[in-house]
């Protein structure tokens, strides 16, 4: 059974998994798991990349980060509920997200910023320049 969504203007097909085994609708969880934790999903961490080789911006974006603001965006430091899979899973609240400034950009723009683990720990944090299509751990 064939299934269309629109997510962020792009328009999706999925076709289920139990609609392939006469089960019309369903899918396994099993299979699902099994089927992002194999690396079967397009978009993962991509790399790494070095601080020196992130933008200004990031890097300073990661001090504010490391003093704990103030954040010149109101969603910075929101909750990212890492609902792309991309980021090694974790609980919900594990990772929040912070706004890389767009140079000319009349809004927030697409980079961002993704740390793990306490509020102030630069330590487990992803650099995205395409707005969480793909993600780059960031290493000193």
Request: hydrophobic letters at 35%.
């Amino acid at each position: 059974m064939a299934r269309k969504w629109l997510r962020n203007g792009v328009l999706l097909s999925v076709i289920t998994f139990g609609s392939m085994c006469g089960a019309p609708g369903l899918i396994s969880g099993a299979f699902a798991r099994d089927f992002w934790a194999s690396g079967n999903s397009d978009n993962q961490v991509q790399g790494t990349i070095a601080v020196a080789q992130l933008p200004r911006e990031a890097v300073n974006t990661l001090n504010l980060i490391a003093a704990g603001g103030p954040y010149p965006y109101e969603k910075d430091g929101i909750v990212f509920g890492n609902r792309e899979r991309l980021l090694p899973p974790h609980r919900r609240g594990f990772y929040h997200e912070y706004t890389v400034p767009t140079p000319r950009s009349r809004n927030r723009g697409a980079r961002r910023i993704v740390c793990g683990g306490p509020l102030q720990r630069t330590d487990n944090c992803f650099y995205s320049d395409d707005h969480y299509t793909s993600f780059n751990r960031i290493v000193e």
